[in-house]
């Protein structure tokens, strides 16, 4: 009896660990709301890249900034982790470009009081000629009155 109540423990522990490492990739951000979204739906097994942008500008990957106001022009560090995205990405080659490209989408999540200008310079920098991310997916919520839908059916 006792081993199996060591197992079960473990087995809490670990999917405590994998809740909290999960979580890591959102921000507390206020999504904007859509009444007209399409349902998010990765494809399973894929690490899927998500850029999260406060309402500050302030662009975090994994409670790790890469580009905050304060960096100013200074893009470098965003740049080297577009790259690092690509290198997970599915890619494909486009006949009419001649180009390898990335097939799997960059997801951005932005406060819903993010200035436009910080997500327009994320997507100007993947169409960088050393990424050239060209899905962009932006993130939103759902307005209250739909989950209570969801919640009811």
Known sequence: MTPMIDCIFQ????????????NKELEPLVLPKAIHAIPDEPDPGRERPILNVRQDGTIVYRTKVYWSPSDG???????DLLKYFTTLMKKEMDPDLHKVLPQDALL??????TEMHHIAKI??????QNILIWKVELAVGEPKDAKRKKAAK
């Open 123 to 128: 997507m100007e920098l993947c169409g960088n």
């Open 11 to 22: 087995l809490i522990i670990f999917f405590f660990l994998i809740i909290d490492l999960q």
């Open 73 to 79: 022009e200074n893009y470098s560090k965003l740049l």
């Open 108 to 113: 951005i999540r932005a406060d819903k009081w």
